[in-house]
């Protein structure tokens, strides 16, 4: 049975030691230990799994000596559990997006494949049956080239203002978009070149949270297709599912359409009018990355587009404060230490 760690005990990490415990993945891995610098959150959820709970990353991976870690905490803090992981030879997944600067993300890529340790980016999607599906479509040709992607991923207001204690160090382009411009990458093949974005910042203001209420961007590639994508952070909390996702892809002979916010269970309560999620990526996406920890076929450069991603990310927000478009920084100019060369 594996041992893993969680390190991030918010919203994510629960949600994995969750799945852990309480899916098929109990046969298959036991949650040795969480980490959180909030001790008494490390706790809570330790008590919920039946994991040791620690307030310092070095400590737990010397006491519990897992075999793997999956990382969970805020956006711009990956690197650091990232490389302790690493430096004692422990697999990682970590989640999206890898880092949000070029040099962090290129320094960390470089780091595990020097270190010979198995690490990937945790982007879920790839593991949600309903895109293995789009994936299998589009691979067979059933579309024919696939020219446009319009794309939106949304969340309700209660998840800066409520659930993520962090977010005004984030924006829903890092903590969302991320996700969706995966898709495209994966789907498609499809490296970005260049994106012109817009974003507003009120609503959330308003209510003490700095960050964007909205963001659009177009993005361009390099071939003959290009993306639409928005992502809200100021949805209503009434909406009957809190996360608002749609994925359209155009093809040169069909199209595909996708709305997982509608998951075909429509409850009407005493108190509310909800869309139970039905979809559960976590167990599926554990299961993959632990089969290639144990040695099943893996990616051949499992962080390469994690890189790529952090790099549209980072073009899509000096977009958005020029004012202009901004081209996106091939992979390949970056050195091992993330320096343009």
């Given at each position: 049975?594996?041992?893993?760690v969680?390190?991030?005990?918010?919203?994510?990490?629960?949600?994995?030691?969750?799945?852990?415990?309480?899916?098929?993945?109990?046969?298959?891995?036991?949650v040795?230990?969480?980490?959180?610098?909030?001790?008494?959150?490390?706790?809570?959820?330790?008590?919920?799994?039946?994991?040791?709970?620690?307030?310092?990353i070095?400590?737990?991976?010397?006491?519990?000596?897992?075999?793997?870690?999956?990382?969970?905490v805020?956006?711009?803090?990956?690197?650091?559990p990232?490389?302790?992981?690493?430096?004692?030879g422990?697999?990682?997944?970590?989640?999206?997006p890898?880092?949000?600067?070029?040099?962090?993300?290129?320094?960390?890529?470089?780091?595990?494949?020097?270190?010979?340790?198995?690490?990937?980016?945790?982007?879920?999607?790839?593991?949600?049956?309903?895109?293995?599906?789009?994936?299998e479509?589009?691979?067979?040709?059933?579309?024919?080239?696939?020219?446009?992607?319009?794309?939106?991923?949304?969340?309700?207001?209660?998840?800066?203002?409520?659930?993520?204690?962090?977010?005004?160090?984030?924006?829903?382009?890092?903590?969302?978009?991320?996700?969706v411009?995966?898709?495209?990458?994966?789907?498609?093949?499809?490296?970005?070149?260049?994106?012109?974005?817009?974003?507003?910042?009120?609503?959330?203001?308003?209510?003490?949270?700095?960050?964007?209420?909205?963001?659009?961007?177009?993005?361009?590639?390099?071939?003959?297709l290009?993306?639409?994508?928005?992502?809200?952070?100021?949805?209503?909390?009434?909406?009957?599912s809190?996360?608002?996702?749609?994925?359209?892809?155009?093809?040169?002979?069909?199209?595909?359409?996708?709305?997982?916010?509608?998951?075909?269970?429509?409850?009407?309560?005493?108190?509310?009018?909800?869309?139970?999620?039905?979809?559960?990526?976590?167990?599926?996406?554990?299961?993959?990355?632990?089969?290639?920890?144990?040695?099943?076929?893996?990616?051949?450069?499992?962080?390469?587009?994690?890189?790529?991603?952090?790099?549209?990310?980072?073009?899509?927000?000096?977009s958005?404060t020029?004012?202009t478009?901004?081209?996106?920084?091939?992979?390949?100019?970056?050195?091992?230490?993330?320096?343009?060369?």
């Amino acid at each position: 049975m594996s041992k893993l760690v969680i390190i991030g005990c918010g919203v994510m990490g629960a949600a994995y030691a969750d799945a852990v415990a309480g899916t098929n993945l109990r046969w298959r891995a036991s949650v040795a230990g969480v980490c959180d610098t909030d001790l008494a959150a490390a706790r809570r959820l330790g008590d919920r799994s039946g994991a040791r709970a620690f307030d310092d990353i070095a400590t737990m991976l010397d006491a519990t000596q897992p075999d793997a870690a999956y990382i969970a905490v805020p956006d711009h803090l990956h690197a650091e559990p990232f490389l302790a992981c690493v430096d004692r030879g422990v697999p990682v997944l970590v989640e999206k997006p890898l880092a949000t600067d070029p040099e962090t993300a290129a320094r960390m890529r470089a780091a595990a494949a020097g270190a010979g340790v198995y690490a990937e980016c945790n982007f879920t999607n790839r593991s949600n049956p309903v895109f293995t599906r789009v994936k299998e479509a589009v691979d067979r040709g059933d579309v024919g080239d696939v020219i446009g992607v319009n794309a939106r991923l949304s969340n309700a207001v209660r998840y800066p203002t409520s659930l993520l204690r962090w977010a005004e160090n984030t924006t829903s382009g890092w903590f969302l978009l991320s996700h969706v411009f995966d898709l495209t990458s994966w789907l498609t093949g499809a490296t970005a070149t260049e994106v012109t974005a817009t974003g507003i910042r009120t609503v959330l203001r308003g209510r003490g949270v700095d960050t964007y209420d909205l963001i659009h961007a177009l993005v361009r590639y390099d071939r003959e297709l290009s993306g639409i994508y928005e992502s809200s952070w100021s949805l209503p909390d009434s909406l009957p599912s809190p996360v608002d996702f749609t994925f359209e892809l155009l093809g040169s002979e069909g199209a595909l359409y996708v709305d997982t916010s509608d998951q075909m269970i429509h409850l009407a309560g005493r108190d509310a009018y909800v869309h139970p999620a039905v979809n559960d990526w976590t167990e599926a996406r554990l299961t993959q990355f632990l089969d290639r920890v144990d040695g099943a076929e893996r990616p051949p450069d499992p962080l390469a587009d994690a890189v790529d991603n952090t790099l549209l990310l980072v073009a899509l927000h000096e977009s958005i404060t020029a004012g202009t478009s901004v081209a996106v920084l091939p992979r390949a100019d970056l050195t091992t230490n993330g320096a343009a060369r």
